[in-house]
C-alpha cells in the first residue's frame, strides 16, 4: 500500500524524529503523525478514485504535501472534493484515535492540525480552496493574485499574533516559510498559466459556459471563449505561432 500510493519522508522529518525520541515525546508525535498521514491517504485515495494520477505524497514534520499529475482544467467541483477528503478522513482518524486512545491532547493536535491547514493561505487546503472558489466567478489571473494578496495578509497577521499574543516560535517560523512557498507560488504562475491555456489549445474540452474575452489573459476555468469574433482554438492556434 506504502508503495503503490508512493509515500515518502523529507529528510527533515528524520531530524525531527530523532529531537522526538531523545526528548520522550514518541506517544504525541505518533498521534500526530496518523493525523498528518491520514490527512495525506484522503487526497490521494480521492484523487486516484477520480482517475488523476498520483505523483507522491511527502510527509513533513508539520504536514505533508500530495502531488498529483493533473491537468490545469480540472473540474473545479473534483478539485474540491479532492481537496476537503483531507480533512474529512482527519476527522475520521482523531474520532478513531479518541475513542481507543482517551488523551486530551489528541484533540489539541487534531484541532491544531485542522484550523491551521485550513488557514487561507495558497500552500495550505484552505488557501487552494479559497482559489478554487474564486475561479468560480473570477478569471484564472484575477483568482491567482487575490488568492497570493490574501494569504500575504494572513501570515502577517499570523506572524503577528504569533509575537503579541501567542508567543509561539515555531509557529513564527511556520509563517516564516509559507512566506517563502507563497513567493515560490507566485514565481511559477508563469508557467501555470502557459499550461493552463495550452491545455486548452490540445484537448477538447466541453464546457457549457461561454463568454467573450477581451485578450488571452482574461481567460476563465471551465469557459469556452471568443476573442476578436475568433473562436478560442483559431485565437490560440495564431497566438501559439506566433509566439515560435
Given at each position: 500500500?506504502?508503495?503503490?500510493?508512493?509515500?515518502?519522508?523529507?529528510?527533515?522529518?528524520?531530524?525531527?524524529?530523532?529531537?522526538?525520541?531523545?526528548?520522550?515525546?514518541?506517544?504525541?508525535?505518533?498521534?500526530?503523525?496518523?493525523l498528518l498521514l491520514f490527512h495525506?491517504?484522503?487526497?490521494?485515495?480521492?484523487?486516484?478514485?477520480?482517475?488523476?494520477?498520483?505523483?507522491?505524497?511527502?510527509?513533513?514534520?508539520?504536514?505533508?504535501?500530495?502531488?498529483?499529475?493533473?491537468?490545469?482544467?480540472?473540474?473545479?467541483?473534483?478539485?474540491?472534493?479532492?481537496?476537503?477528503?483531507?480533512?474529512?478522513?482527519?476527522?475520521?482518524?482523531?474520532?478513531?484515535?479518541?475513542?481507543?486512545?482517551?488523551?486530551?491532547?489528541?484533540?489539541?493536535?487534531?484541532?491544531?492540525?485542522?484550523?491551521?491547514?485550513?488557514?487561507?493561505?495558497?500552500?495550505?487546503?484552505?488557501?487552494?480552496?479559497?482559489n478554487l472558489i474564486l475561479n468560480?466567478?473570477?478569471?484564472?489571473?484575477?483568482?491567482?493574485?487575490?488568492?497570493?494578496?490574501?494569504?500575504?495578509?494572513?501570515?502577517?497577521?499570523?506572524?503577528?499574533?504569533?509575537?503579541?499574543?501567542?508567543?509561539?516560535?515555531?509557529?513564527?517560523?511556520?509563517?516564516?516559510?509559507?512566506?517563502?512557498?507563497?513567493?515560490?507560488?507566485?514565481?511559477?504562475?508563469?508557467?501555470?498559466?502557459?499550461?493552463?491555456?495550452?491545455?486548452?489549445?490540445?484537448?477538447?474540452?466541453?464546457?457549457?459556459?461561454?463568454?467573450?474575452?477581451?485578450?488571452?489573459?482574461?481567460?476563465?476555468?471551465?469557459?469556452?471563449?471568443?476573442?476578436?469574433?475568433?473562436?478560442?482554438?483559431?485565437?490560440?492556434?495564431?497566438?501559439?505561432?506566433?509566439?515560435?
Amino acid at each position: 500500500m506504502i508503495n503503490t500510493l508512493k509515500i515518502k519522508f523529507d529528510n527533515s522529518f528524520y531530524y525531527f524524529l530523532l529531537l522526538i525520541i531523545i526528548t520522550g515525546m514518541f506517544k504525541e508525535f505518533s498521534f500526530v503523525f496518523l493525523l498528518l498521514l491520514f490527512h495525506e491517504l484522503g487526497h490521494a485515495i480521492t484523487g486516484i478514485l477520480f482517475k488523476w494520477k498520483l505523483v507522491s505524497i511527502t510527509i513533513y514534520p508539520y504536514g505533508g504535501v500530495t502531488i498529483f499529475n493533473k491537468l490545469e482544467n480540472s473540474s473545479i467541483i473534483k478539485e474540491i472534493i479532492i481537496l476537503l477528503a483531507g480533512p474529512f478522513m482527519q476527522i475520521i482518524t482523531y474520532l478513531v484515535l479518541n475513542y481507543f486512545f482517551k488523551y486530551n491532547y489528541i484533540k489539541v493536535y487534531h484541532l491544531s492540525i485542522l484550523i491551521f491547514n485550513l488557514l487561507p493561505i495558497l500552500s495550505l487546503d484552505g488557501g487552494r480552496l479559497l482559489n478554487l472558489i474564486l475561479n468560480k466567478f473570477l478569471n484564472y489571473l484575477t483568482s491567482f493574485y487575490i488568492s497570493i494578496y490574501i494569504s500575504i495578509l494572513t501570515i502577517i497577521l499570523l506572524m503577528l499574533f504569533c509575537i503579541f499574543y501567542f508567543k509561539n516560535l515555531n509557529l513564527f517560523l511556520m509563517g516564516i516559510f509559507l512566506i517563502f512557498k507563497v513567493i515560490d507560488s507566485l514565481k511559477n504562475i508563469k508557467y501555470c498559466y502557459h499550461k493552463f491555456i495550452l491545455e486548452r489549445f490540445l484537448y477538447d474540452f466541453k464546457f457549457n459556459k461561454r463568454r467573450v474575452s477581451k485578450d488571452i489573459y482574461s481567460f476563465y476555468m471551465e469557459n469556452i471563449h471568443y476573442i476578436d469574433f475568433k473562436d478560442e482554438k483559431s485565437y490560440l492556434r495564431e497566438y501559439f505561432k506566433s509566439s515560435r
